[in-house]
């Protein structure tokens, strides 16, 4: 499966830090150690991620709350690259056999090698027959408000690739929800916003729980 690059959609590190659930610097160090590759600037003064990078490194996020370490996700990516160099953890069938493999309650990440088919990651050749927990819906996530949308449970975000440069907006609006948060500090902002732009409050709310979270990545 190949993904097409969004190339409207720009992401500094603070903002694809956010949108994967963690901060700018740690988004910087996935890109150094190469968990993802920034596709549209790699260097300084800062790199430039495109709406799809940013669905690696929340794959990336996925598989550490999983509880698997760097060497594993290094070992799944080294795999999936040789065949899907772009993207590699969304392009091919990667995913997690929930099931105890050789005793480690985590399970393992395995790749489809035939339909049906899965093998480990890290020790090619074990083939596991049950079908895996597989890394599917996460551009769909990304566009619901990404990690932190997510985790928190808000259903009126979206992140659409073709608007704003894709920053995190209220749910088919054009407002970013940084500029939401920022009117929303005072009582009299909040009622403009509800009153005069015809928000509803919880566009407001929602947006102010984003920003605040990732403010505190």
Request: glycine letters at 12%; proline letters at 6%; charged letters at 25%.
């Amino acid at each position: 499966m190949n993904f097409v690059l969004e190339q409207s959609a720009i992401f500094p590190p603070y903002r694809a830090g956010a949108l994967a659930g963690v901060s700018g610097y740690r988004i910087g160090q996935w890109a150094r150690y190469g968990l993802i590759r920034p596709t549209l600037f790699h260097g300084r003064p800062a790199n430039r991620y495109a709406f799809n990078d940013v669905a690696e490194a929340i794959v990336v996020h996925w598989l550490l709350d999983k509880g698997f370490g760097y060497p594993a996700i290094h070992s799944a990516i080294d795999a999936a690259r040789k065949a899907f160099p772009a993207w590699p953890l969304q392009s091919s069938s990667l995913g997690i056999a929930q099931h105890a493999v050789r005793g480690d309650p985590r399970g393992a990440i395995v790749q489809e090698v035939e339909p049906g088919v899965y093998v480990e990651t890290g020790r090619p050749g074990d083939q596991i027959t049950l079908r895996p927990e597989l890394l599917d819906g996460v551009r769909q996530m990304l566009r619901r408000g990404g990690w932190l949308a997510d985790d928190l449970g808000l259903d009126r975000l979206e992140v659409d690739p073709t608007r704003l440069g894709g920053a995190p907006t209220v749910l088919g609006r054009r407002w970013p929800v940084e500029r939401v948060a920022q009117l929303a500090d005072d009582e009299g902002g909040r009622r403009i916003l509800v009153d005069d732009y015809g928000l509803d409050t919880r566009d407001v709310e929602q947006s102010c729980r984003w920003v605040k979270a990732a403010t505190e990545l």
